[in-house]
């Protein structure tokens, strides 16, 4: 989670629409999808740039219409930005593109 962000003051309280929306993605077949990624993208790119005077009906409206595919996304490119991911090794470039 980010507790730093402006935002995170509100976690508890919205944290049932989270659980509601991590739980809409297990339906849809996306069970790795866990509260902390769908929290993560909510943080670092939908509220990137955090409003001011936000209302936490703002808040559960952006958790509630958050896209299965742009979480997906974000996840993807946070996971190569973090992992140990290079091209350099033959064996490991074959195994990607089988």
Not at 12 to 27: D, M, N, T, W, Y
Not at 47 to 55: R, T
Not at 62 to 74: P, Q, R, T, Y
């Amino acid at each position: 989670m980010n507790p730093s962000h402006q935002y995170g003051r509100f976690y508890r309280q919205v944290k049932p629409a989270l659980e509601s929306k991590v739980e809409e993605f297990g339906i849809f077949g996306y069970e790795q999808v866990k509260e902390k990624e769908l929290w993560d993208y909510l943080t670092k790119k939908k509220w990137k740039k955090p409003k001011e005077e936000v209302q936490m009906y703002e808040i559960v409206a952006d958790i509630l219409s958050a896209k299965i595919g742009e979480v997906m996304n974000f996840t993807t490119v946070e996971a190569f930005k973090i992992g140990d991911f290079a091209l350099d090794n033959e064996e490991e470039r074959k195994e990607l593109f089988k």
